[in-house]
């Protein structure tokens, strides 16, 4: 390296290098929504116009990005489990100690789809988007479920033996009291016909991870089968009102 380099100008130089590969995807520009930038701190946009300019001979990309794993004409579940959820072993290792606990189909397939919000999406507020996701295609009690478990993982409840997570302890300090929504969630929660479900959605969400646990999605294809209403025309394409969710998650870095 040259000693006499200036770390801001090979800082600017990286930085350019960095947006020049993100971009360049063939003959297709691929641009970042203000969200991604908003995790490294920026609130700022690409300019489209300014970028275009740049390169007048390319279009923006307004579909499949090749970066990503290919995704199908006619995406399912199953699809997105493969090719879009950066992890699947918590979400398996749940649904798992959930059947072997012999609960029921409902139940297993709430912690298998539990996380699906920071598996392939967002953390804030996970449950919630998570719930969204899916409320189109199960059964209400599943749905409910995941929504609620936002809440209730920071809430003991002894009768079923779910104490306070101590890993939330390490995480986010001794002093983290969860914020008011939270807490009238919880409240909302407790009174309502699915709370054991959510609740254990909680009791089988593994956070000592076995990295020799065996699990295995094809365990969960029957009950997903069951209990999944698979849209025919493909998450994403079937007009539900979740259906812009799956095709964002499908295609993230589209122009619009
Ligand atoms: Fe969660
Ligand atoms: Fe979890």
Not at 18 to 29: A, D, Y
Not at 128 to 150: C, F, K, L, N, T
Not at 229 to 240: A, I, M, V, Y
Request: proline letters at 6%; hydrophobic letters at 40%.
């Amino acid at each position: 390296m040259n000693e006499h380099a200036n770390p801001a100008t090979l800082s600017a130089q990286a930085d350019e290098l960095e947006e020049r590969m993100m971009h360049e995807l063939g003959e297709r520009i691929a641009t970042k929504s203000v969200l991604f930038r908003m995790a490294d701190g920026k609130v700022e946009m690409e300019n489209g116009a300014a970028l275009k300019a740049a390169n007048p001979d390319k279009y923006f990309l307004m579909g499949a990005d090749s970066r990503l794993p290919k995704m199908p004409k006619k995406p399912t579940l199953i699809d997105f489990f493969n090719n879009r959820f950066a992890s699947l072993n918590h979400l398996l290792q749940s649904a798992t100690h959930a059947l072997k606990g012999g609960h029921s189909e409902k139940v297993v397939l709430a912690c298998l789809l539990h996380d699906i919000g920071v598996a392939g999406f967002i953390r804030c507020d996970h449950g919630y988007w998570g719930a969204q996701m899916i409320e189109p295609y199960v059964d209400e009690e599943v749905s409910w479920a995941v929504r609620a478990h936002q809440a209730l993982r920071f809430f003991p409840d002894p009768s079923v033996g779910y104490e306070y997570p101590e890993m939330y302890i390490k995480y986010f300090g001794a002093d983290y009291k969860p914020e008011p929504y939270i807490v009238a969630e919880y409240e909302r929660a407790k009174k309502h016909k699915y709370y054991m479900t959510s609740r254990m959605i909680c009791v089988n969400d593994i956070y000592s991870f076995d990295p020799n646990a065996k699990v295995d999605l094809n365990d969960f294809v029957d009950i997903i089968g069951r209990n999944f209403k698979q849209p025919e025309e493909g998450l994403g394409f079937d007009n539900s009102p979740s259906a812009h969710m799956w095709r964002t998650l499908m295609w993230p870095t589209r122009f619009l």
